[in-house]
């Protein structure tokens, strides 16, 4: 015994020459090890095996269980726990905060503890799922990335696993409960789940298995709640054997949308045949009776009920007309829930988690009287594009506190987004900040197609939800860095970010699924599809817009395909499904449209069409058109057939809902496969940059270019506008420009804003003032599905116009925020007067945080 001290002496003392005083988890030589306390809660033991598995990968090695004393990383779920005063005294001699720790829901601590040899890692958690955050909070230490399954980011393997010998981290949740709404998913996630990962030949079934792995997800990214997909064509989710089973195992809290009141799925589970219609008004004790029987069969379970009423399917509430008729129903509706709650989950109604979500028409009904119960959750809404439409006042003292309700992806007017994820991440960081610092501190809900696509927005959105503080609006793009370099290793990572905010930048000019200019449920036309047409961008030869455009596109794939070769072999599918597929499918759309548009131009001044074929321009441009559409057929059949060897089949759409902008190109004469191998390489002559456009007398820049601010409160914010770097102006401050004007005269300014709304419900103004004159107030409040709205959220600006009178030399231009949440992109002054840029001719700033020291 005293010869087995002696060498565990020398070896310690040996191995702090080697790795200093780091605290050696995994020292390449034997499995990890770990205790745990006997009495855990369920979600725990999948977060362990979830460990078990991932230290495999990492080490080779699967982690051995054992006794305390033995163990390297000792976990203690504390709710569970029982403590013994020994055993409580023991932690706290340790320094381990166990009243904190206690006090909070879903948190971790994680510390070196101990002494010499007996030094042990320490996760204690305060419940099931802090307990389990912890335990993955390990994983992510040792370089597993959480989207390890679902993004198939395959963990280096390690030869040594360590700490600093005093780290230490206490962690908790900003928002209590934080998750993802499965919505839309007709073309991704369902047929995957029945047709590929759970192929039991029943159609439309999202399975348990399935399920399970977006619930891990949710573990690895700390989130805590889902609700599940709705759609009619998919089997609703308490009518999946084992569905809830799994969510409870795995500690997941499961809510419903706007639209589905106290569990339930309207539009495949009310049947009108059985229960008449879904009329409260006329058929009043079918619905009460249709409600009751789900609250029977979860009222034991940790749910977040939503209460309210609409139609079966988004759609207004039946049976009420006039806006008093639908509060006093919708009232009354109120009401009779409450009372289900309490007669069949918990008398005290007032401790039931429940939220009410004024979505579209029903924030009328709220504005216009309706009395929402104190404890009940406000869950606000963004307009569908990003943009939120109502927050709480700071002020706000309600018990039940807000929540968010936000979209990544979404279905409806003016066009979708349901193929590629590319909100910018500076609108997901802007929008969400606001909606905390306005009390929304309960529930966020993601609203998301598939997991997959939406990658690196959905995790910035839950890192925000988990840590509000974990960025900053002049850290968004450290915040991509890192997520980058994590994924596909530190050198690509870092030569990737400028390509990706340069992605980033494109889409916010224009979606890839608004490249058709079209627009969907359109009055006037057939179905409510709009045929696609011409893009507003120039077609000149001097400042083409369309052509820098395109020029820009290939400049960031050229990037992507030189990051690729510093990839190692078993990441390069991660790549390919987290950033390529998005970045070339959106390029080839934008190659698809403009090509064709271009064709059709020079078709259009070519009286002869037998001479079509004879010019080289016209058939250059039709076959980069068809070429970039079956671009998109090529990428898509890889993404589903051949991307981690067929794992992923079916689970690619390229033309979600088979919309008119997802169809071949319009072009004047189609060319077969020998002209697109012919033409396709063909390089057309560089265009000028976007700063020789000030020869045409007009002078742009980017907001945060400025030249003085009134006080610290101004920030600028990344990755968000065509700029990629916004002015965030509260109210009452300015910003300050001083430039030089070659010409004298009139001369128009447009200043560019991010399309916010005023979430406060007042208005949303800015002022502009040359040379300190009369203030121009501006403003930019638009009715919810307005044209002009429409038009905004389409090209992610809103611009105002005002006129001026110049003369030569120097001059000022002072933009000053009249209201809250103004966001200022770029200016532009045009002595042209009448002349319409689409993109304003204002180089980027290449993504730092700006020009001046």
């Known amino acids: 015994m005293k010869l087995y001290s002696l060498f565990l002496i020398v070896f310690f003392i040996c191995t702090q020459k080697i790795w200093g005083n780091d605290f050696v988890w995994y020292n390449g030589k034997k499995p990890i090890t770990y205790s745990v306390t006997e009495d855990i809660a369920p979600v725990v033991a999948v977060a362990l095996d979830m460990f078990v598995d991932d230290m495999k990968q990492v080490t080779g090695y699967l ?220 058929n009043r004790d079918s619905v009460i009776a249709y409600w009751t029987e789900r609250l029977r069969e979860v009222g034991n379970s940790e749910n977040i009920y939503t209460i309210g009423m609409r139609g079966v399917h988004d759609g207004s509430m039946e049976g009420v007309k006039t806006l008093e008729e639908k509060k006093v129903a919708l009232q009354r509706v109120l009401d009779d829930q409450r009372g289900l709650l309490a007669k069949y989950v918990r008398p005290d109604v007032t401790t039931i988690p429940q939220q009410f979500i004024p979505y579209k028409e029903v924030l009328q009904i709220m504005d216009n009287g309706l009395k929402v119960p104190d404890d009940v959750i406000l869950t606000w809404c963004d307009d569908n594009y990003g943009y939120m439409t109502r927050l709480s006042d700071k002020n706000d003292k309600r018990s039940g506190g807000a929540g968010v309700y936000y979209h990544l992806s979404y279905w409806g007017r003016p066009h979708d987004y349901l193929w590629l994820c590319t909100t910018q991440p500076g609108l997901v960081y802007n929008e969400m900040k606001e909606a905390y610092e306005h009390g929304s501190q309960r529930l966020w809900i993601v609203n998301v197609h598939d997991l997959k696509p939406a990658a690196y927005d959905l995790e910035l959105f839950l890192d925000m939800a988990w840590d509000i503080n974990s960025v900053s609006s002049s850290t968004l793009n450290e915040h991509h860095e890192r997520w980058l370099c994590r994924e596909f290793g530190e050198q690509a990572g ?135 559409y079956n671009e998109i057929l090529r990428l898509t059949d890889y993404y589903n057939n051949s991307m981690s060897g067929g794992k992923w089949k079916n689970s690619m759409c390229h033309n979600p809902r088979n919309l008119f902008v997802f169809d071949p190109p319009k072009l004047p004469l189609n060319p077969t496969n020998e002209d697109i191998r012919e033409y396709v390489s063909f390089q057309r002559k560089q265009v000028l940059p976007l700063k020789n456009l000030t020869l045409e007398r007009c002078i742009a820049d980017n907001a945060c270019n400025y030249s003085e601010a009134s006080s610290s409160n101004v920030k600028e914010v990344e990755a968000l506008g065509h700029s990629m770097n916004v002015v965030s102006l509260p109210k009452g401050e300015s910003i300050t420009f001083v430039f030089d004007s070659p010409w004298e005269g009139e001369a128009v300014l447009r200043t560019a804003v991010v399309p916010t709304q005023p979430s406060d419900r007042g208005d949303i103004r800015f002022s502009v003032s040359i040379d300190k004159k009369e203030p121009q107030v501006c403003s930019f409040k638009e009715g919810f599905r307005t044209e002009s709205w429409k038009k905004n959220v389409l090209r992610g600006q809103a611009i105002r116009e005002t006129r001026h009178t110049l003369e030569k030399g120097k001059h000022t231009l002072t933009i000053t925020a009249l209201d809250n949440h103004i966001l200022i992109d770029q200016w532009m002054l045009d002595f042209n007067l009448e002349r319409q840029f689409y993109v304003f001719p204002v180089e980027p700033e290449r993504y730092t945080s700006s020009n001046r020291n």
């Open 63 to 282: 982690p051995q269980k054992t006794i305390v004393n033995d163990a390297k990383v000792r976990i203690v779920q504390l709710n569970k726990n029982n403590l013994s005063a020994k055993e409580r005294k023991e932690l706290l001699a340790l320094g381990v905060p166990v009243d904190t720790i206690a006090a909070k829901k879903d948190a971790f601590f994680i510390s070196v503890l101990g002494k010499g040899i007996k030094k042990q890692l320490y996760i204690v958690g305060s419940d099931g799922r802090g307990t389990a955050y912890g335990i993955l909070e390990l994983s992510r230490k040792a370089g597993v990335s959480p989207w390890v399954w679902w993004g198939d980011v395959v963990p280096e393997r390690k030869s040594i696993l360590s700490f600093p010998e005093n780290y230490s981290t206490f962690q908790s949740p900003s928002v209590e409960y934080r998750g993802i709404f499965l919505n839309d998913e007709d073309w991704a996630l369902q047929p995957w789940s029945w047709k590929t990962f759970e192929p039991r030949g029943i159609k439309g079934m999202i399975g348990p298995q399935t399920y399970k792995e977006i619930f891990k997800f949710l573990l690895r990214m700390r989130a805590n709640t889902i609700w599940p997909a709705m759609h009619s064509t998919t089997t609703p989710f308490y009518f999946v054997p084992g569905a809830k089973e799994v969510a409870d195992s795995c500690g997941i809290i499961i809510g419903t949308s706007h639209c589905e009141p106290l569990m339930r799925n309207n539009v495949s589970e009310w049947k009108v045949k059985e229960r008449g219609y879904y009329n409260y008004i006329t």
């Open 494 to 628: 870092k030569k990737l970010l400028p390509a990706m905010l340069d992605f980033y930048r494109l889409c916010a000019i224009r979606r890839p699924e608004f490249m058709g200019w079209s627009q969907e449920e359109a009055p006037g036309y057939v179905k409510g599809r709009m045929p696609t047409r011409d893009s507003e961008f120039s077609l000149t030869e001097f400042g083409s817009e369309l052509d820098r455009y395109l020029q820009d596109y290939e400049s960031v794939k050229r990037t992507l395909d030189e990051a690729e070769t510093l990839i190692p072999e078993y990441r390069k599918d991660a790549f390919y499904g987290q950033v390529k597929y998005a970045v070339f499918s959106a390029s080839a759309m934008a190659v698809k449209f403009l090509e064709a548009q271009r064709a059709r131009t020079i078709a259009a001044g070519i009286q002869d069409s037998a001479q079509w074929k004879n010019n080289v321009e016209l058939m250059v441009a039709c076959a980069k058109s068809m070429n970039a």
